[in-house]
């Protein structure tokens, strides 16, 4: 199995650009299947006073006919796990809320979608599951100078349909 963080490019009017960041796994990253974990804000309960409130979102994507994302970017190899076990872990070792005091270098101390996908990938390392090419501090850093090349790369390309990149961590 592969692991990737997939990112959306949000472009909202009257508000700064941003990605959204997912977990994606799959055998093959460009194939027609991959699974897509990410978590998403939940405002059904939330009032100003409370803390962003998030649930999980679990879904099976082909990415190849998507114009949601700009691409991926391959974290490593799970070889001696089948998506049943990655499922597994993802649901069972990864809640939609932090449950930790748990902070990484980038995004500030906000609980994000960018920080839930971090933690789970360096959940999976510290399991001995995947093996990331960098360190903790470096990994926010890494993974938007990817995502902006890959918008680099597809405003030059246009649409994705049929031809899905995937650039290495």
Known sequence: MSA???????????????????????????????????IVEDDSHQTEYQMK???????????????DFTGMIFTGEMEDFSVDD???FVREDCPAENLDPFTITGPG???LCSVWVMKA???????????????????????LERAESLMVLRSKRGSFKGDFLVLPL
Not at 53 to 67: C, K, L, P, Q, T
Not at 122 to 133: H, N, Q, R, T, V
């Open 4 to 38: 990737a963080i997939v990112n959306r490019f949000v472009n909202e009017t009257g508000k700064d650009p941003y990605f959204l960041w997912a977990l994606a796994i799959a055998e093959n990253l460009s194939g027609e299947v991959v699974e897509i974990y990410e």
């Open 53 to 67: 409130a998030w649930n999980s979102h679990f879904a099976s994507e082909d990415v190849r006919v998507s114009s």
């Open 86 to 88: 990655i499922d597994a």
């Open 109 to 111: 101390k906000s609980w």
């Open 121 to 143: 990938l360096l959940l999976f390392e510290s399991a001995g599951m995947i093996d990331l090419s960098c360190t903790k501090d470096e990994l926010y850093l890494r993974v």
